[in-house]
């Protein structure tokens, strides 16, 4: 069974970059059966999508998100990683990972428990 | 962007009762639609895909129709363990766009 668990740190500087690791058990992030995705959720916006990566190299972004995001994999850690630049309170969200099968599409079946981050001077 | 909007926004029921959100999507979805239930300090966790198909483990009281623009989600005889936030999610294309949620509470 597959498992998702993110860190990282849980404060970061405004106009810093944020740096999030998924750590994946159950499955290898080089696999070309899952989209690996990152998704967002605040009080104010809900739930937002970030991005996937495919196959180790194909990604997709939010098109808001995506002059500021990079989402890589560690095969050799078996992570898929969440770089976001130029962040400001707005960034202040709790950060899942999660993964979806290829063969049905986008629906997220599995997640990790989420890790916080402030975004605070 | 598909913009996905839930009613009601918040509910308050009766252990035992019958339960109905709706969701609408700003375009087709065909039946690229996913609901998802949320407890606090938990992820979100997948309940319905394809609109109707019902998730592995997931009891059979969730229950989920529509297709194109407009969706809902049913859940027969509410427990207590289905006090939660519900959201809906379309998968018909990216950026992926999840509904605002809809909060379940017992009176």
């Known amino acids: 069974q597959m498992h998702l668990k993110e860190s990282g740190p849980g404060l970061v500087r405004p106009s810093g970059t944020l740096s999030l690791a998924c750590t994946v058990s159950?499955?290898?992030?080089?696999?070309?059966?899952?989209?690996w995705t990152w998704i967002r959720q605040t009080p104010g916006k809900g739930l937002e999508w970030i991005g996937y990566?495919?196959?180790?190299?194909?990604?997709d972004y939010s098109p808001s998100l995506k002059s500021r995001a990079t989402i890589s994999v560690d095969t050799s850690r078996n992570q898929l990683s969440l770089k976001l630049r130029s962040v400001t309170a707005a960034d202040t969200a709790v950060y899942f990972c999660?993964?979806?099968?290829?063969?049905?599409?986008?629906?997220?079946?599995?997640w990790g428990q989420g890790t916080p981050v402030i975004v605070s001077s | 962007d598909i913009q996905m909007t839930q009613s009601p926004s918040s509910l308050s029921t009766s252990m035992g009762d019958r339960v109905t959100i709706t969701c609408r999507a700003s375009?087709?979805?065909?039946?690229?639609l996913n609901w998802y239930q949320q407890k606090p300090g938990q992820a979100p966790k997948l309940l319905i895909y394809?609109?109707?198909t019902l998730e592995s483990g997931v009891p059979s009281r969730f229950s989920g129709s529509g297709s194109e623009t407009h969706f809902t989600l049913t859940i027969n005889s509410l427990q207590p363990e289905d006090i939660a936030t519900y959201f809906c999610?379309?998968?018909?294309?990216?950026?992926?766009?999840f509904g605002g949620g809809t909060r379940v509470e017992i009176k």
């Open positions: 999660a993964s979806s099968l290829v063969s049905r599409g986008y629906d997220l079946s599995v």
């Open positions: 159950g499955d290898s992030v080089s696999s070309v059966t899952h989209y």
């Open positions: 990566i495919y196959s180790s190299s194909v990604t």
């Open positions: 375009q087709s979805l065909g039946t690229y």
């Open positions: 394809s609109a109707s």
């Open positions: 999610q379309q998968s018909y294309f990216t950026p992926l766009t």
